[in-house]
């Protein structure tokens, strides 16, 4: 059995966690500023800091907001409980502490969990690797009208990886400000937010008279909540060390 710490419990993903659970994983308890109101409504304890939780678990799964980053990782480096983070928008300050981090307890971070989207991310970096610069390359990264941040995590994952391929890059959001030419190192990045998309991304090869294209569909958060309980479990066993959806899918 795998004992996790929810924090964001009371959000859409804390939900669909607390739905998809296997039966070899408990929620023992959560984390979420509304605890006072989720306390009765929850089948297990609810605190609003993760420092007030008295017990020990197998490892914590971060679905809260990135500015709780930091009181996470001190909390998990003090008690030496893993932590998955599956939220986004994180600043350079937070990604350099996550990192740092990891040499003191295990830490798992990754845009999305879904397996289809990261089999997307190494397909990108293939093409990319093999149309080479004369291919335009666009993401076009589509959300729910709640979505905090914008571009997605999941946009700038795609982005970082056909980055590595290329000898320059510079990342694109906004086009209407500037009148010029697409210079050839642009990765344009482009973000819809609208009703109840769960969460569409494609990425675009455009060459001399042939376009390529590679997109991934999600129709419901389970499958964002399979993956990152998948982490968790297998993040339990790790003592320290920086993992991501490579390393699991791997079996590194």
């Avoid at 993956?227 to 791997?250: C, H, N, P, Q, W």
Wanted: proline fraction near 3%.
């Amino acid at each position: 059995m795998t004992n996790i710490i929810l924090c964001g419990c009371g959000g859409r993903m804390g939900k669909a966690i607390a739905a998809a659970l296997p039966s070899d994983v408990e929620i023992i308890a959560g984390v979420d500023i509304n605890a006072s109101a989720l306390s009765a409504a929850l089948p297990f304890p609810v605190y609003e800091n993760i420092s007030d939780f008295p017990g020990k678990a197998d490892v914590i799964v971060d679905f809260s907001h990135h500015s709780a980053l930091p009181s996470l990782l001190a909390y998990a480096k003090a008690t030496k409980t893993p932590l998955v983070v599956a939220t986004t928008g994180h600043t350079d300050e937070e990604l350099s502490l996550m990192k740092s981090s990891a040499d003191e307890v295990a830490v798992f971070h990754s845009g999305n969990f879904s397996i289809g989207i990261n089999l997307l991310v190494n397909l990108a970096r293939q093409a990319a690797r093999t149309l080479g610069v004369d291919f335009d390359i666009e993401i076009v990264e589509k959300h729910h009208n709640k979505k905090l941040d914008a571009p997605s995590g999941t946009a700038l994952m795609i982005a970082n990886a056909v980055a590595d391929e290329r000898e320059e890059s510079e990342y694109i959001y906004d086009r209407h400000s500037v009148r010029k030419a697409r210079e050839q190192s642009e990765i344009g990045i482009h973000s819809v937010r609208g009703g109840t998309i769960v969460g569409e991304h494609e990425i675009i090869f455009a060459g001399s008279n042939e376009v390529v294209s590679i997109s991934h569909s999600a129709a419901s958060r389970e499958i964002f909540a399979t993956g990152a309980l998948r982490a968790a479990v297998y993040l339990a066993k790790k003592s320290t060390g920086l993992y991501s959806m490579s390393d699991l899918i791997e079996g590194r």
